[in-house]
């Protein structure tokens, strides 16, 4: 079972991840692509990554707009390690 990070350590490891912002005891990103085909393109390599690392994001589209919340359901909701690594690997992705 994972282990929800504190404020201190959040704030920490926001610093290790580009964009992400912590909202709501969630870990949050917003993209924006060219178009809705990229954009959808994104949310399909985003499932696979996730389903990889078994960890499964919430994820919001409107056209060429992608929003992504990160939490972890066996931490009661709250932000753990695994949205730290999952967000790496989402911002992998789109570099």
Do not use: C
Not at 2 to 18: R, Y
Not at 30 to 37: E, I, L
């Amino acid at each position: 079972m994972a282990s929800a990070l504190s404020d201190g350590q959040i704030h920490t490891k926001l610093k290790e991840v580009d964009g992400w912002k912590a909202e709501n005891d969630k870990l949050k990103k917003d993209f924006k692509f060219a178009d809705f085909r990229q954009a959808i393109s994104f949310i399909v390599r985003v499932g696979f990554e996730a389903e990889d690392a078994m960890h499964h994001p919430e994820l919001f589209n409107v056209y060429n707009n992608v929003t992504i919340e990160l939490a972890t359901h066996d931490a009661g909701g709250k932000i753990t390690e695994k949205d730290f690594d999952l967000a790496k690997r989402i911002d992998a992705i789109q570099s």
